[in-house]
């Protein structure tokens, strides 16, 4: 039998797992005290497990997250009021299942948009259509597709993800453009999928960040009545850090 030529058609067949596992196991001569059936049935689970983290991986990149989060690493020990239970029943996505919005407020360095992307992350897993943006580098970004004329698709990309993150949400205040963009995302989203959005600025201040009254009480009537909150309090963590 040629062990090679067995490889390659797996590889050929984008059977990769079981490739890398017989390939491994043939490398290291490795004696394995297992019935025909035992070693297929042992190159068939290598394959599924392969292929299912390549699920995750796949709509992990997708998400464009900034950095690496995950629900595991939470740290409940720190002074900023994070209340263990309630975010526990958040990271199940009951409120993404049930179109609902998640609102993290804080200060700085209080750990909005780690827990933001770790539930993005989370989603991810469960193989749900997550996207994540910074909220000024999206508005910019949608500012220069109307001027090429693909604000509509983008638009609609944004439309398909089950859960839409708008990190650091609030920085800059909108100007017309991007409360008409902010609108239109939201008009979108509305019922339909989910937004967690992250920001510095409590809610009561939206309504002046946002400007323009009528659009203001549009936007706000569509996230806000809908959405869980999270208030994060305390000193930045990356100063406690330092000390």
């Known amino acids: 039998m040629n062990n090679q030529n ?21 490398t290291n001569n490795i004696n394995l005290d297992y019935t025909i059936d035992q070693y297929i049935a042992m190159l068939v689970d290598q394959e599924w497990e392969n292929r299912q983290n390549k699920k995750i991986q796949n709509p992990v990149k997708a998400a ?13 020990t720190a002074n900023r009021q994070l209340d263990k239970n309630t975010f526990e029943r958040l990271a199940l996505l009951d ?37 994540y943006f910074n909220t000024t580098r999206l508005m910019s970004h949608l500012k220069l597709s109307r001027l090429e004329g693909t604000y509509s698709k983008i638009l609609a990309n944004l439309e398909k993800a089950e859960l839409l993150i708008l ?16 609108m239109d995302i939201v008009e979108t989203k509305h019922d339909r999928s989910s937004l967690i959005i992250s920001t510095q600025i409590p809610v009561s201040g939206w309504h002046e960040l946002i400007g323009e009254p009528t659009i203001a009480d549009a936007i706000l009537d569509r996230i806000v009545h809908s959405s869980h909150r999270i208030q994060l309090k305390g000193e930045s963590m990356r100063k406690n850090m330092l000390k």
């Not at 017309?176 to 902010?182: E, K, P, S, T």
């Open 95 to 131: 409120f993404v299942r049930n179109h609902e919005n998640l609102i993290i407020t804080g200060a700085t360095g209080t750990g909005k948009s780690y827990l933001a992307q770790a539930l993005g992350h989370q989603a991810c897993i469960m193989l749900i259509k997550t996207l």
């Open 64 to 76: 464009r997250f900034r950095y690496p989060a995950s629900i595991r690493d939470i740290d409940y």
């Open 167 to 182: 990190d650091d949400f609030g920085l800059n205040a909108f100007d017309n453009q991007d409360r008409q963009a902010l």
């Open 6 to 26: 067995t490889i390659e058609k797996m590889k050929q067949m984008r059977l990769s797992g079981m490739a890398q596992m017989h390939h491994t196991n043939i």
